[in-house]
């Protein structure tokens, strides 16, 4: 009996590999980021180039960066939502503009609304490499101590944001608080 | 006509191989960095199409990481370095050839421990095979019951 059972059992092992291998996406590569401190940037901010925004600065601070780009279809998707995330107020939400023309990206936040405190642009996609970006949108929570403790490759979605990005905000402000 | 055509054919054909290889890499460039960022980006993934390595991807991230690696060369890094910077941020998932680490152990080493465990199960088959098929010499009470029976069954065949 046991002769036929091994076989089957090593057949079972092999199906449930191949189908958790199958619901994964391989565009979802893990970041090394994770718990590492936030690549430092200093960058021309979108709508007034004459100042600039550095993630220095959101030192202390709970903070979502979300890159994105006029020219990201995806990010279209995304967009309405993070509209609704930011006039929830839970967690400021910051832009980083990745590599779009400025023109493009102030009409295409004039068009569709802008979610952002405010972006920063990485018109080369300098800051977008240090930060292991390779298909916007790509969205990060940091901690106060300027540590990423999350990334979402894709779009946000209302599951990710209400199941991963919110609990772990509220989290993170609980133990900054005590 | 036809051979004429053909021959025609060949050697545009063939002129567009030394064309192509002759090409130079991107003008203007120094041909002894373009090299080296030659050599290393075949060794790269790039990460929007993933199965074509940073050499050959036109997508525009794999322009700047092209541009990004040139620079670094040009700043005197060693491959070491440049493939630390981008493990860095990108994973061990942008090398062709990951790093053996105990998370890759079972990359690496995984097919040599099936063909290792598969030979090992097809020996023991075997040799349970040959094992149940060895003949065994017949007892004497066998021997004479075989010729009995023998016997009989010509006695029978006569009859």
Not at chain 1, 16 to 40: C, M, Q, T
Not at chain 1, 79 to 90: D, M, R
Not at chain 2, 133 to 150: C, D, F, G, V
């Amino acid at each position: 009996m046991a002769k036929y059972l091994i076989p089957l059992v090593l057949f079972m092992v092999l199906v449930v590999f191949l189908a958790i291998g199958l619901k994964r996406d391989p565009h979802e590569v893990p970041s090394p980021l994770i718990n590492k401190a936030a690549p430092a940037f200093s960058l021309p901010q979108l709508k007034d180039p004459s100042r600039t925004f550095s993630a220095a600065e959101m030192r202390g601070k709970v903070w979502v960066l979300n890159v994105w780009a006029s020219w990201c279809i995806t990010c279209r998707d995304e967009h309405p939502l993070l509209i609704e995330y930011a006039k929830s107020g839970a967690v400021p939400i910051y832009g980083l503009n990745y590599k779009d023309k400025r023109e493009d990206a102030l009409a295409w936040l004039g068009d569709l609304g802008d979610p952002y405190v405010l972006s920063a642009a990485d018109e080369d996609g300098r800051v977008a490499i240090d930060y292991g970006v390779y298909g916007a949108p790509e969205t990060y929570v940091i901690d106060q101590a300027g540590t990423i403790r999350f990334k979402q490759i894709g779009p946000v979605t209302p599951d990710v944001w209400s199941k991963e990005i919110l609990p772990l905000v509220q989290e993170l402000n609980r133990q900054g608080n005590r | 006509m036809k051979r004429a055509l053909f021959v025609f054919l060949l050697v545009f054909l063939f002129a567009g191989f030394t064309a192509a290889k002759d090409a130079p890499p991107t003008s203007g460039e120094d041909p002894a960095v373009e090299k080296r960022l030659q050599t290393l980006s075949k060794e790269l993934r790039c990460l929007v199409c993933q199965n074509e390595t940073l050499a050959d991807s036109q997508a525009g991230l794999a322009e700047d990481l092209r541009r990004e690696v040139r620079e670094q060369i040009k700043a005197g890094k060693t491959d070491q370095e440049i493939i630390s910077f981008l493990t860095q941020r990108y994973g061990q998932f942008i090398l062709y050839r990951p790093q053996v680490t105990p998370t890759t152990y079972l990359l690496w080493f995984g097919p040599f421990v099936l063909l290792i465990g598969g030979l090992v199960i097809l020996f023991r088959y075997i040799r349970q095979r040959r094992d149940s098929i060895t003949e065994k010499p017949l007892t004497n009470e066998e021997s004479r019951r075989a010729s009995e029976l023998l016997a009989s069954t010509s006695g029978e065949q006569k009859a």
